[in-house]
């Protein structure tokens, strides 16, 4: 079955740097990547959504890279703050709706 | 507001007490989706619906039913809880045809089956 990996397990960044989580992604085509933000006993949030004829997207602090070569995607949150303290959930979109997650990433930013 | 309610949040049930979960959304969204998460294993698509009457299994559908009657809700089904479908379960929405589409997740049900 399709696997997508998210190679940290848990981040820890210090409050203002930037914050980069790694998504990497199954070899399908067309690829749609989605990033969700959970909070602990939440429903995911969504944030972004990626297409691989996209190199790059961005939402206020928020940016996403595509990198088709390397089949990752990077997910930068930049002048981190303890509110951006959270799970990040990278999804590949394989048609139809079908969202297959990784096990996410626990960011800490740390004051 | 747009939303997805689940009901209950928190359950306690028993081995083979028959328990259904509710998910309602007021999108008018065709395609719903039941996840499971469980710790290390992320996110598991249990069963998903394109539309009413239209449902199909996702990646872990053994011990659960699903039905689709009306537009707005997807009920999940447990006719026989056992103790490894303890979890915490998420119902999901979004359009369906030509996305891909944004998913709207429900705030979560917390299953414990002793």
């Known amino acids: 079955s399709q696997k997508i990996e998210q190679n940290s397990e848990a981040l820890n960044i210090q409050e203002g740097k930037t914050a980069t989580l790694t998504c990497n992604y199954t070899?399908?085509?067309?690829?749609?990547l989605q990033w969700y933000r959970q909070d602990p006993g939440r429903g995911p949030v969504f944030l972004l959504l990626?297409?691989?004829?996209?190199k790059e997207k961005r939402k206020e602090r928020l940016k996403v890279t595509f990198d088709t070569t390397l089949k990752q995607s990077l997910f930068h949150i930049t002048a981190s703050q303890p509110a951006d303290s959270a799970t990040y959930l990278c999804?590949?979109?394989?048609?139809?709706?079908?969202?297959?997650f990784g096990t996410g990433t626990r960011l800490t930013i740390i004051p | 507001e747009a939303q997805v309610t689940q009901n209950p949040r928190y359950l306690i049930t028993v081995t083979g007490k028959k328990l259904t979960v509710t998910c309602s959304q007021n999108?008018?969204?065709?395609?719903m989706s039941w996840y499971r998460q469980d710790p290390g294993l992320g996110l598991r698509q249990i069963y998903y619906?394109?539309?009413?009457?239209?449902?199909d299994k996702g990646d872990v559908p053994e011990g659960y039913k699903v039905s689709r009657k009306e537009k707005r809700n997807f009920p999940l089904i447990l006719e026989s809880p056992s103790p490894n479908q303890t979890s915490l379960y998420f119902c999901?929405?979004?359009?369906?045809?030509?996305?891909?589409?944004?998913?709207?997740f429900g705030p979560g049900t917390r299953l414990t089956v002793t």
């Open positions: 999901a929405s979004s359009y369906y045809g030509t996305g891909p589409y944004e998913q709207y």
């Open positions: 070899n399908y085509s067309p690829a749609y």
């Open positions: 990626i297409r691989e004829n996209e």
């Open positions: 999804a590949q979109d394989f048609g139809n709706e079908k969202l297959t």
């Open positions: 999108m008018n969204h065709e395609y």
């Open positions: 619906s394109m539309n009413v009457e239209v449902t």
